[in-house]
T-cell receptor, first 109, second 115 residues
């Protein structure tokens, strides 16, 4: 079957680094997306990985290992505004997104 | 440019009533989607449309219908609402679903409560 797993909640300190992991089982895998969703708002696109390796975009980086069915989102120099839920989604052979339940990230001063 | 708009922002509805959630995009995207988001669950696809004039069923289509008369609009109708349809509904669009793994862009959502 198709499945996505990510931790329910994480806590980190302002200025620190946090890594949010995501594992997936997806038939006909066509890439892995990360979205950010602030409470009461719409998800917004952060990153897309289809090849193995690390993609860096400012304070945010995303990593993919296709052989391990594993991805992570790395957030550096955490700011209070990074408090949000982070959604992992894999794309299947029909280009349909399979979504994880999201990881709620709490940033403490 | 507004992107994607949804209406209403929120609605309380009596069970058994008919309700249409509206979604409009001005990005000329070919593909559009309706998701529901419930606490503790990932976004679940209700219906999608690859292009104007075509629609398809997602993971949880029962109790919902859609139409795609033109590129911009993709309304979602609940024919006879039930309490289990209480959720936050998001509309999304992407440039071309069948042409490759395109990024989906989301509307602000509609919070629906069915009593």
């Amino acid at each position: 079957g198709q499945n996505i797993d990510q931790p329910t909640e994480m806590t980190a300190t302002e200025g620190a680094i946090v890594q949010i992991n995501c594992t997936y089982q997806t038939s006909g895998f066509n890439g892995l997306f990360w979205y950010q969703q602030h409470a009461g708002e719409a998800p917004t696109f952060l990153s897309y990985n289809v090849l193995d390796g690390l993609e860096e975009k400012g304070r945010f980086s995303s990593f993919l290992s296709r052989s391990k069915g594993y991805s992570y989102l790395l957030l550096k120099e955490l700011q209070m505004k990074d408090s949000a839920s982070y959604l992992c989604a894999s794309m299947d052979s029909n280009y349909q997104l399979i979504w994880g339940a999201g990881t709620k990230l709490i940033i403490k001063p | 440019i507004a992107g994607i708009t949804q209406a209403p922002t929120s609605q309380i509805l009596a069970a058994g009533r008919r309700m249409t959630l509206r979604c409009t995009q001005d990005m000329r995207h070919n593909a559009m989607y309706w998701y529901r988001q419930d606490l503790g669950l990932g976004l679940r696809l209700i219906h999608y449309s690859n292009t104007a004039g075509t629609t398809g069923k997602g993971e949880v289509p029962d109790g919902y219908s859609v139409s795609r008369a033109n590129t911009d609009d993709f309304p979602l109708t609940l024919a006879s609402a039930v309490p289990s349809q209480t959720s936050v509904y998001f509309c999304a669009s992407s440039d071309d679903r069948t042409g490759g793994p395109d990024t989906q862009y989301f509307g602000p959502g509609t919070r629906l409560t069915v009593l």
